[in-house]
């Protein structure tokens, strides 16, 4: 006879007794997501020792794992997990969950599956579908479950389970925030110089801002242009131009912005409704003069870009190939570093000047300058200079630029 053994106290013996006879079988479970070291025991008789010259025998149990031959159990027997899933090996994204898993009894884990399902329900208007179908993981000790085709910024559970209804994991995620779409409906009051655009809805990410990017030209003067790049909050659907002017071009762009980075941008030029009233900022070119290809100089009239409320006097003169007008607007808005031989054909920054008053500047001359190089002009090239102001703030910059095409 075997006594009932003293092992894990949540293992469920079948039949449960409290004692067992010699090669009675007993079935070993555990509860809901673990399982015995052994699924089968049996109670067995073991030589002992020999005492006056006559065996004795002692109790032993055996075990064995499905259709595994007997084995003397050693040590005791519990309720293990049956499947492992390391938290840092979840890999999740905007579309899809990766989880890699690992089987402690590779017998039990036939027919093992995994399915992922929407948590809740989509709140309007974020149209979201139902996962359909889930997958029969391969037969081993270590595997891979990937949910596939999810949505953006969704919560859904990822449950890996036995057939019928054993759970052997179950875990709620939410997938990661995308770019959003492209704004809609964007539209300038001409009369107010506000402009307006709907708010987008958070269904690939929470909506931290817009960001704008606002370039207006003078018909009256071509020369002329001024970009001015800014955020406002997530909550803010229009924005008061500070300087609208009814001639004047504007071109704008709005882009959402999630944790994730900007979306698509929707771009709209709205063309100078009337005559300007006034005339555009101080800064208009006259053209370059005193052009010299065998010294790669040319002289510039350069007059100081002034502006209500702004008392900065810092210009940069850039140089860049020729541009269409289309392209004078990167230009102006670039981040720009000083000449570079290897990237002469790129954008740079030639000079900084403290212009208070109209003075004519020789472009071209090869001095160096706090750390910019005047670089000499090719005899055959076509250029694009600009002077520019910059102002910058923390939500905002803003670049003006007087643009004048040189020749050598």
């Not at 070993?28 to 020999?50: I, N």
């Not at 010259?53 to 794992?65: A, D, F, I, L, Q």
Request: proline letters at 8%; hydrophobic letters at 35%.
């Amino acid at each position: 006879m075997c006594q009932r053994p003293q092992w894990d106290r949540s293992l469920q013996l079948t039949p449960d007794q409290r004692n067992y006879k010699q090669d009675d079988e007993v079935l070993l479970s555990c509860p809901e997501g673990l399982h015995p070291s052994f699924t089968d025991v049996k109670c067995e008789s073991e030589l002992q020792y020999f005492s006056h010259g006559k065996p004795v025998y002692g109790e032993v149990w055996m075990g064995r794992n499905g259709t595994a031959g007997w084995i003397h159990i050693q040590s005791d027997v519990d309720c293990a997990e049956l499947l492992q899933v390391v938290p840092e090996t979840l890999e999740v994204s905007s579309t899809s969950i990766k989880l890699n898993w690992t089987c402690t009894f590779p017998d039990a884990c036939q027919d093992m599956r995994g399915i992922c399902h929407l948590v809740g329900l989509p709140s309007p208007p974020c149209e979201t579908e139902e996962v359909t179908g889930g997958e029969i993981l391969q037969n081993g000790q270590k595997g891979t479950f990937t949910c596939p085709l999810l949505h953006p910024f969704t919560p859904y559970s990822v449950t890996i389970y036995l057939p019928p209804r054993t759970v052997l994991f179950t875990w709620q995620f939410q997938t990661k925030e995308t770019v959003p779409d492209k704004p809609q409906n964007l539209s300038l009051d001409a009369s107010a110089g506000v402009l307006r655009w709907s708010a987008l809805p958070p269904c690939k990410g929470e909506i931290l801002g817009y960001q704008l990017s606002i370039t207006a030209r003078s018909a009256r003067e071509s020369s002329f242009l001024e970009v001015e790049r800014l955020r406002v909050n997530g909550s803010v659907t229009e924005y008061k131009l500070p300087d609208h002017r009814p001639g004047l071009t504007y071109v704008v762009t709005v882009q959402g912005l999630t944790a994730a980075g900007a979306g698509a941008a929707s771009r709209q030029e709205f063309p100078g409704s009337g005559l300007e009233t006034s005339a555009p900022l101080n800064g208009s070119s006259s053209g370059a003069h005193g052009i010299s290809p065998s010294q790669g100089t040319a002289v510039l009239p350069l007059r100081p870009i002034t502006e209500p409320h702004t008392a900065q006097s810092e210009h940069q003169l850039v140089v860049a190939a020729r541009q269409d007008p289309a392209a004078l607007a990167s230009v102006c808005s670039a981040d720009l570093q000083p000449f570079n031989a290897n990237q002469q054909h790129r954008a740079y920054v030639a000079a900084v000047l403290n212009l208070t008053a109209p003075t004519d500047f020789v472009l071209g001359d090869g001095t160096l300058r706090h750390g910019y190089y005047n670089a000499p002009l090719q005899p055959d090239g076509n250029y694009t200079v600009l002077l520019r102001l910059v102002r910058r703030g923390q939500q905002a910059e803003k670049f003006t630029c007087v643009c004048y095409s040189v020749s050598a």
